[in-house]
Every structure is written in C-alpha cells, then in structure tokens.
C-alpha cells in the first residue's frame, strides 16, 4: 500500500512541475491603479519605457525598452513568438484599461505600418496561443491522466 501512494504522489508531483493543466490564458489580470508611468534613461540618455510582454513568446518578461520601439521591435527582443502563437489577435492592455486588438499577421502579409500600434509605459502585450496547442494541452492531459489510472489499477493487483 505504501508502494502504491508513493507511485501516486510521484506522479502528481512529475505532472505538476510539467505544468499539467495549468491554463495560462485563462483570468488574465487587467492593470489597474493610479501608479504614475515609470520612465528611465538607458544609455546615450535614451528614453526607456517599461512594458510587460506575456503569453507565447520565447522570452515573456518585463522589457524596458526605447520609447521608439514598436511591437515588432519587442517581439523581436524577446525572441520572437512562439510557433503556437495567434498572431493575428496579439492584445494591448493600456493603464486606462483600454484594450487594443493587433493583427500582426496582417501586418507581416501586407506591411502595413497602419495595422501596428505604438507602445506606451505600463503595456501589457499579451500573445495568446492557438486553438491548436489548446488542443494538444487537453489531449496531453488526458494521455497523463490515463498512464495515473493505468498505474492506479497495476498496483492494486499486487
């Protein structure tokens, strides 16, 4: 019996620090607050905004960046996105709580300069993924899910 709840905690353990079944796209946080914009001076006394850039992107992360640079210019500093990234919905969260929608796609067909939007101090630039890596999260869950009860019912026969 202890064999059999050691098994059971193994796995738990193993299945949760592959991030099984967490969600990461679900109950986002909108910014709020009457925090001023917080600006800084990079080198060459070049303007820095802070923005927070999140989702499927190879580096997500707090970016201080030039004041000039666009959305591209930050994807592009954090790696790039990820192959299951949907780029023709990236989202804009403004300190107003104003939410601006991105197609990038778009923009990468056409180059279009009209589609991108300029980015401001406190942006929180979320690239979420596609239904397909959804997909592929739920059925892997499931797969983990199946190999607990397989190994559930192996070790209650012995």
């Known amino acids: 019996m202890k064999r059999f709840f050691g098994l059971i905690l193994f796995f738990t353990i193993a299945l949760s620090s592959l991030g099984i079944g967490q969600d990461f796209n679900s109950q986002i946080p909108i910014p709020t607050g009457d925090r001023p914009a917080q ?11 802070t923005v927070n850039l999140w989702g499927h992107i190879l580096k997500p ?10 959305i591209i210019d930050l994807l592009s500093s954090a790696g790039g ?3 299951t990234a949907r780029l023709n919905d990236v ?12 197609n990038i796609e778009e923009f990468i ?29 739920i059925v892997g869950f499931m797969r983990d899910v ?3 009860v397989n190994v559930v019912v192996l070790a209650s026969r012995l």
């Open 81 to 83: 996105p990820l192959k």
């Open 39 to 49: 600006y800084v001076l990079g080198s060459d006394d070049v303007l820095l905004i």
């Open 61 to 70: 992360g707090i970016y201080n960046v030039p004041s000039s640079f666009g």
């Open 146 to 148: 199946a190999i607990i």
């Open 109 to 137: 067909k056409t180059g279009n300069q009209d589609l991108l939007v300029s980015l401001q101090p406190g942006d929180v630039i979320i690239v979420s993924g596609s239904i397909s890596d959804i997909f592929s999260r």
């Open 91 to 102: 989202r804009i969260i403004r300190k107003n709580e104003e939410v601006i929608a991105v």
